[in-house]
């Protein structure tokens, strides 16, 4: 048994491989350590996690009836451990649409305008705690002399207009020529719209997020030659981090659609996606779609 209780599942010891991502220790031991937590409680019958293939049913006596899905990913960002760099845990949580009978997977494969709540934990100077049930974003910083969450940051709104943008530029061959296009504009000195913008990317979506949350900004983290679907997953880091944004006043696309409304066809599918300030959102959006005409008036 380990620290959490929880028996090590084979390929599990040190690191391995999913979804052909290396897993750190502490990835491994997160994840036990949450799975372990909904499993002690009543009102969880499904994970869905980052660390494994396939659903985890917690087929317990008090959770084989639970009313609710979550999806997680347990530690965010952690190819940055080594380096003492912010790391965060993403989740979301559904209601299960199954009545008869155990849950499912059918119950995890939801769109996210059907989130019923979505947070992030960020561990950095501070741990604090980001969270929505659909009416507003509210911040909690933990308190370690009491062991608490307290409120510190009520009603949290993304500033329409930010200054930052948050992207790998150590890829942007493999980009698309509208976030290309994109990238260059942030780049323009121009008085009238504060350009050129400030370039901050931390490469943890938790870290990079947050940071635009409170200041204003743009994440993107575009389809590339290597990912054609995208990279980050639409179950357990797009929905959970676009519902947020949203419910602080931002937007979320994959470049072209509302990231909450696109289909969910299996539980590691992937996205590209574009966060943010709703503004530097929409700029971008405004390049994918000259991209776009541009291709098809090519094909023409």
Do not use: W
Request: hydrophobic content about 35%; overall charge negative; some cysteine.
């Amino acid at each position: 048994m380990n620290k959490a209780g929880l028996t090590d599942m084979p390929g599990q010891a040190g690191s391995t491989n999913i979804q052909g991502e290396n897993q750190q220790k502490l990835d491994i031991y997160a994840d036990h350590q949450f799975i372990a937590a909904l499993k002690c409680g009543v009102e969880c019958c499904i994970v869905a996690s980052e660390e494994h293939e396939d659903i985890i049913r917690l087929d317990t006596d008090i959770s084989t009836n639970a009313k609710y899905i979550v999806a997680i990913d347990p530690l965010d960002g952690s190819s940055n451990i080594d380096v003492n760099v912010p790391v965060g845990t993403i989740f979301s949580i559904y209601r299960r649409n199954s009545i008869h009978g155990p849950a499912n997977l059918a119950d995890v494969l939801q769109k996210g305008t059907e989130q019923v709540a979505a947070g992030y934990i960020i561990y950095g100077s501070s741990t604090m705690l980001v969270y929505t049930t659909g009416n507003g974003v509210n911040g909690f910083t933990l308190d370690p002399s009491i062991g608490e969450f307290c409120l510190s940051h009520p009603n949290m709104r993304i500033p329409a207009k930010g200054l930052i943008y948050s992207i790998n530029e150590g890829n942007y061959v493999h980009f698309p020529q509208g976030v290309k296009d994109y990238i260059k504009y942030c780049q323009v000195e121009d008085d009238t719209t504060q350009r050129p913008y400030t370039s901050r990317y931390i490469d943890s979506m938790v870290a990079d997020i947050h940071r635009n949350l409170i200041k204003g900004g743009i994440f993107i983290y575009p389809v590339t030659s290597s990912a054609p679907q995208g990279k980050l997953r639409l179950v357990y880091e797009c929905n959970p981090m676009a519902f947020i944004i949203e419910q602080a006043g931002g937007r979320a696309t994959n470049g072209f659609e509302r990231i909450l409304t696109l289909d969910v066809n299996n539980i590691h599918e992937r996205s590209p996606i574009f966060i943010g300030s709703t503004d530097m959102v929409k700029a971008a959006e405004s390049f994918m779609q000259k991209q776009y005409e541009n291709e098809r008036i090519g094909q023409n």
